[in-house]
Each structure stands twice: as C-alpha cells, then as structure tokens.
C-alpha cells in the first residue's frame, strides 16, 4: 500500500520553512526521502531505520515515528535549489520493496 | 566515473511491438530496480533484482519482463501485452537491499506509443 504525502503541493518564499509529512498503514523497518526535478531522476536525501539510524545528508533532517508509522522532512531556510517533487518511500518488513508516495510538489519563489 | 546508464533517452512503440531498455551500472551493486512513472506521479516497482540471475515481480509487473545475466546489466523489455505502455522509465540501484541503502538512479528512458 502506497504511503499518504502531505501537503500534495506548498509554495514557500525563499528564507522560509516547510514540513513535509509521510503516512504509512503497515509497520515499517525504514523510510526514504527522494527529490526529483522536473524531467529529471529522483536524488536521494536520506533513509530513516526502524531504532534510530539516520543516513543522509547533513543538511537535510527528518524524523520517524515507529509507533505512528509517520515520518517527516524538515526544510528550513528554503533556497531556490529546493524547488522539486519530494518523495518519499517505505520498506516493510519481510520484503525488499521500496513503495513511494505520490510526492509533494515544493515550489521556492524569491 | 560511477554511475547508471540508460538507453535510450527517447522511444517509440509500435503497436504489437516489444521493446528492450537497456540499463548499465558501473557501481559494482548487487541489487537493481525498474520503475514506472507517468505524469504528475509517484514511482512504480515493475520489477527488482538482488542477485544475479535471479529477480521478483514488483507492484505493476504484468505487461513487463526482466532478465538479470550480468551483474552490471538489468534490461526490461516492454511487451505487447502491456496495453498503456507510455510513460517515463527509471532503473535504480543499491549496494544490498531497498531496506537501508539508497538506490542511485539513470536519466531514464521515455516510453511512447507511435
């Protein structure tokens, strides 16, 4: 089952914070974070683990709620180079599958 | 330097008509992916490989098949059978398994109907 993204689209004005949500219906050993550009393959930003484990980039946090199966990005001092389609994607346990979300359209404007 | 190659960047389909992507890594990883996304969406699984000469089905497999021979390679072909072919194609991969690694991705190849 595909996780739930919210909000589907922001508009943010550069300096700006933004909070981008993820929301599964299963138990989950990990969660991905993706952004795409338009016309472009999806980057990755960072994997959250079932204990803690974070693995990504420094400028990038996000947090995961093993009990509510949520998890969240945080983006804060937004530049322009943000603006893209974040995804992210869930790994449950027992398979190797990674499922995505159907993304959340970021859009920086000076 | 490392990375995925896909090709080709742009195709056409005829109906009735398979059609092979290719997609190359030089990143040494064991495991590959083929997605599917059409405008405006997410990323669907077709098909995922963790090993050599072996590979399972993913969300929306039907239509699609794969074959991994090489380590580096993990072409998927677009049959016939799959009615509503056009849409844009990524191949991924990652060092071990999509549980805690991250999956690097190719330019991928845009699939159309003639």
């Known amino acids: 089952q595909q996780p739930v993204q919210s909000p589907q689209a922001v508009i943010l004005r550069e300096g700006e914070d933004a909070v981008i949500n993820c929301s599964s219906s299963?138990?989950?050993?990990?969660v991905h974070w993706y952004r795409q550009k338009h016309g472009e393959a999806p980057v990755f930003l960072m994997i959250?683990?079932?204990?803690?484990e974070q693995k990504g980039h420094e400028k990038i946090s996000a947090s995961f709620n093993e009990k509510k199966q949520q998890s969240s990005l945080y983006l804060t001092a937004s530049q322009l180079s943000y603006s893209g389609t974040y995804f992210c994607?869930?790994?449950?346990?027992?398979?190797?599958?990674?499922?995505f979300g159907t993304g959340t359209r970021l859009t920086i404007i000076p | 330097d490392g990375g995925i190659t896909q090709s080709p960047k742009y195709l056409f389909r005829k109906e009735g008509q398979n059609v092979t992507l290719s997609c190359e890594q030089n990143?040494?990883?064991?495991?590959m992916y083929w997605y599917r996304q059409d405008p405006g969406q997410g990323l669907r699984l077709i098909y995922y490989?963790?090993?050599?000469?072996?590979?399972q089905k993913g969300d929306i497999a039907e239509g699609y098949s794969v074959s991994r021979e090489k380590k580096e390679s993990f072409p998927l072909t677009v049959t016939s059978a799959q009615k509503n072919p056009t849409a844009f194609y990524l191949c991924?991969?990652?060092?071990?398994?999509?549980?805690?690694?991250?999956?690097?991705f190719g330019d991928g190849t845009r699939l159309s109907i003639l």
């Open positions: 990143l040494n990883h064991d495991a």
């Open positions: 994607g869930q790994v449950n346990f027992g398979n190797e599958k990674l499922t």
């Open positions: 299963k138990a989950l050993y990990s």
């Open positions: 490989s963790q090993i050599v000469n072996d590979f």
């Open positions: 991924a991969s990652s060092m071990e398994g999509a549980r805690n690694q991250p999956q690097h």
């Open positions: 959250l683990l079932k204990g803690g």
